[in-house]
């Protein structure tokens, strides 16, 4: 008895240290891709955002509902509403952050593998710019779709 004690203190403790590193670093990420006066290119921006969203999100869901699922589990309906509630969201959360990743690291190797373009090309929406752009709304609509129908079986 004495040890269940002390684990959920100390998971609680480590749940609400992870809660408010992952809110400030977050944060600050935002605030420092937002003042960037200069991106790459506005898509790498967007995804970037895209990204610390869903950490934030995924920091906002499921630490609290751990925390409430390990100190109310005499409330078993609650309990499992919740968990069902936070299993589906955390997949898609980090469904969407796997493909926000594959999404940005495409754009970085579809512009490198257009070098005979000058790069201010790709930024315009010109060209070959105009063509990866149309690429990757089809590849980030489809992520989309992908990461909010793959948590549905569970």
Request: aromatic share 6%; proline share 3%; glycine share 4%.
């Given at each position: 008895?004495?040890?269940?004690?002390?684990h959920k203190?100390?998971t609680?403790?480590?749940?609400t240290?992870?809660?408010?590193?992952g809110?400030?670093?977050?944060?600050?990420?935002?605030?420092?891709?937002?003042?960037?006066?200069?991106?790459?290119?506005?898509?790498?921006?967007?995804?970037?955002?895209?990204r610390?969203?869903?950490?934030?999100?995924?920091v906002?869901?499921?630490v609290?509902?751990?925390?409430v699922?390990?100190?109310?589990?005499?409330?078993a309906?609650?309990?499992?509403?919740?968990?069902?509630v936070?299993v589906?969201?955390?997949?898609?959360?980090?469904?969407i952050?796997?493909?926000?990743l594959?999404?940005i690291?495409?754009?970085?190797?579809?512009a490198?593998?257009?070098?005979?373009?000058p790069?201010?090309?790709?930024?315009?929406?010109?060209?070959?710019?105009?063509r990866?752009?149309?690429?990757?709304?089809?590849?980030?609509?489809?992520?989309?779709?992908?990461?909010?129908?793959?948590?549905?079986?569970s």
């Amino acid at each position: 008895m004495q040890s269940e004690s002390i684990h959920k203190v100390l998971t609680v403790g480590l749940q609400t240290i992870n809660f408010f590193l992952g809110n400030v670093i977050n944060i600050l990420l935002i605030c420092v891709i937002v003042r960037n006066k200069f991106p790459r290119s506005q898509f790498n921006r967007r995804m970037l955002i895209t990204r610390a969203l869903s950490d934030l999100s995924l920091v906002w869901v499921i630490v609290p509902v751990a925390i409430v699922d390990l100190l109310v589990l005499s409330l078993a309906k609650v309990s499992l509403e919740l968990y069902a509630v936070s299993v589906f969201l955390g997949l898609f959360l980090v469904a969407i952050d796997n493909f926000t990743l594959v999404a940005i690291c495409l754009n970085r190797s579809m512009a490198l593998s257009c070098v005979t373009k000058p790069s201010s090309d790709s930024a315009h929406g010109t060209a070959n710019g105009g063509r990866i752009n149309l690429y990757m709304r089809i590849v980030v609509i489809i992520s989309g779709l992908i990461a909010l129908v793959l948590p549905i079986p569970s």
